[in-house]
Structure formats: C-alpha cells, structure tokens
T-cell receptor, first 113, second 115 residues
Framework: GAGVSQSPRYKVTKRGQDVALRCDPI?????LYWYRQALGQGPEFLTY????????KSGLPNDRFSAERPEGSISTLTIQRTEQRDSAMYRC???????????FGPGTRLTVL | GNSVTQMEGPVTLSEEAFLTINCTYT??????LFWYVQYPGEGLQLLLK???ADDKGSNKGFEATYRKETTSFHLEKGSVQVSDSAVYFC??????????????WGLGTSLAVNP
C-alpha cells in the first residue's frame, strides 16, 4: 500500500514568506508526528496528533510554527515569516494508535534564503 | 530527561568487515529502542526495534540487543556490503504520556562501505 507522502519535496523561499508543508499519512494511521532535522543532526520532535486533536505541541520552537489536521488525515505544518534558521528537513511520520512503530515520509527540504 | 548517544562517524569499512555502531540511552522506565536507516536520497526506514530488556531485534543481517544493565542498544552486522552504506540513527520511545510515543534520536552515524 501507499506509504506516507509529503509535499513539496523541496521548498525554497525568501525570508519573511509563509510556507505550508503537507503530510498525507498511511491510511488508517490515526497518530501523526512532525519532526525537524537540521543538517548533520538527528530529528527533533515538533508536534503530535491523534485523529484531528493536537495532543502535544511542546516541540514547536516558537509561535511562528503551527500545525493542523482538521479531518484526522492530512496534516499541514505552517511556518509564518520564515527565517534562515528555519532551513531544515521537515519529516512527518504516522503510526497506528498506541503503537510505537512510526513510518516516515520522504521529508520536505526547506531552504530559506 | 531522555536522551540517546551514539558513536560519531563517519565509519568506513571494507566489504565483509564486521560492523558495530554503539548506542547508549538515558530514560526513565522501560523505553522501546529503535534503529532507523537513511539510504542516500531516501527517507528514514525502520531497521529493527526492541521493546523490552534482553529482546533482540534483527533485520537484513543487522542485530541489536536491548541491554537494560548497560542502557545500550548497539547495532551489529557480521559482514557488511556496499549497499549498507547509509546513515544509521538510534532512537528511543519513552514511556508514553497518553498515546504520545515521540521518538528521541541520536545524531546519526554515517557508514561508508568500500568494495
């Protein structure tokens, strides 16, 4: 079956612009996670959803970052007024409820000029 | 807090050599432990996992044993191939709060296998 998909795969934007990153989880997976990975680092947790409910957003670095999953499937991570330090790989993962195996999408490489 | 420490790379080996990538962790309770692999140009793939002490995860010739006494989950393979060249990440999923099983990651270890 289809895995986790993310779009766009690459995004180049200018400082100050808003960006929206999309994640389409595996069908039937109710848990969805967002991570950010800087070059040469491991991923870092951003936020987590169960169905449409955002259960944990403790990893979002500041209020320019927000995420939603309005129908409990596709999720959007939005970064407002982007800054160069936001440049990173943004990864989405999904899992079945109450299981610990997460399946990752290919990621979105964001570059802020 | 919870953390993962893995050996720094890059690691360069010849084909058929023995591989060990060390991983140790700090966590309260009994976390689940994972190795993920990222091949060039691809996303993160689960390689193997273990959910309780003394469990051994294995896949594609790779193995790792959950050692509670040494808080370790070292990755091993007896004979590496060129196709194993990738970045390997150790991660843990701590005792969940609610159903949140967010992963805590090491920095990754780059492996290059030469023919």
């Amino acid at each position: 079956g289809a895995g986790v998909s993310q779009s766009p795969r690459y995004k180049v934007t200018k400082r100050g612009q808003d960006v929206a990153l999309r994640c389409d989880p595996i069908s039937g997976h109710v848990s969805l996670y967002w991570y950010r990975q800087a070059l040469g680092q491991g991923p870092e947790f951003l936020t987590y959803f169960n169905y449409e409910a955002q259960q944990d957003k403790s990893g979002l670095p500041n209020d320019r970052f927000s995420a939603e999953r309005p129908e409990g499937s596709i999720s959007t991570l939005t970064i407002q007024r982007t800054e160069q330090r936001d440049s990173a790989m943004y990864r989405c993962a999904s899992s079945l409820l109450a299981t610990d195996t997460q399946y990752f999408g290919p990621g979105t490489r964001l570059t802020v000029l | 807090g919870n953390s993962v420490t893995q050996m720094e790379g890059p690691v360069t080996l010849s084909e058929e050599a023995f591989l060990t990538i060390n991983c140790t962790y700090t966590a309260t309770g009994y976390p689940s432990l994972f190795w993920y692999v990222q091949y060039p140009g691809e996303g993160l793939q689960l390689l193997l996992k273990a959910t309780k002490a003394d469990d051994k995860g294995s896949n594609k010739g790779f193995e790792a044993t959950y050692r509670k006494e040494t808080t370790s989950f070292h990755l091993e393979k007896g004979s590496v191939q060129v196709s194993d060249s990738a970045v390997y990440f150790c991660a843990l999923s701590a005792v969940p709060i609610g159903n949140n099983r967010k992963l805590i990651w090491g920095l990754g270890t780059s492996l290059a296998v030469n023919p």
